[in-house]
């Protein structure tokens, strides 16, 4: 790349909106998938937690979806949803994220003692309302888990659709590249790790609001 420097300010300066719009097309086509695999999770992993034989085989169906390279299924999917579009990207970013998530989900409930529920039972409670009430704010910290994992995953992989016209900041690193030119990457390089860091903070946040409970056991314990 010669005597370019790594960062060149004024470039920076002069692209804000640009950068402003890559960023949010970035940040729409990681969190609508998550937040849609998050939907899609919650009844298959309970329906998992119910029924044990149907865990093993969707989680292997996860699996194997997980393990497909990005932008083969992006590449597959263009005929179906189009060239450079968001519902190309954000399609198989939904199934990555069921894959984390329904693990997170049956994971979570399984981790509800039986005696709570055996007590939400004897005070009456009905399943729906046990499970809103009891077994799902038990679940919380485990399913966030799984949650931030595939947040952040979703927020890189969206760059991968840059290489077939739609990407977010991922069109930033294609650019910078065949250009010869440094910043556009080290600039895309930083906005996709702000927000993976914002976003996985924020759900930070949202367990501790969530899951009161847990933060005075711990003031407890110390």
Known sequence: MGEEPLVRWDWIGRNLPVLREL???????????????????????????????????????????????????????????????????????????????????????????????????????????????????????????????????SVSLVSVGALVGRGGLGYLFIDGWQRQFPTPIIVGIVLVVLLAGTADLLLVGAQRLLTPWAGSRTRGRA
């Open 23 to 153: 960023l949010v097309d970035n940040a729409v086509m990681a969190l609508v998938p998550v937040l849609a695999g998050l939907l899609l999770a919650l009844p298959l992993g309970l329906a998992g937690t119910r029924w044990r034989r149907l865990y093993q085989p969707t989680v292997g169906v996860m699996n194997v979806v997980y393990s497909l390279p990005s932008l083969a299924v992006f590449i597959v999917l263009i005929p179906i949803t189009g060239l450079a579009t968001r519902l190309t990207v954000m399609v198989p970013l939904t199934f990555y994220a069921m894959a984390v998530l329904v693990p997170a989900v049956v994971d979570g409930l399984a981790a509800v003692p039986d005696h709570v529920r055996q007590s939400a039972v004897a005070m009456g409670f009905t399943p729906l309302r046990r499970l809103l009430t009891v077994e799902l704010p038990i679940a919380v910290p485990v399913v966030l888990a799984g949650l931030r994992v595939a947040t952040v995953s």
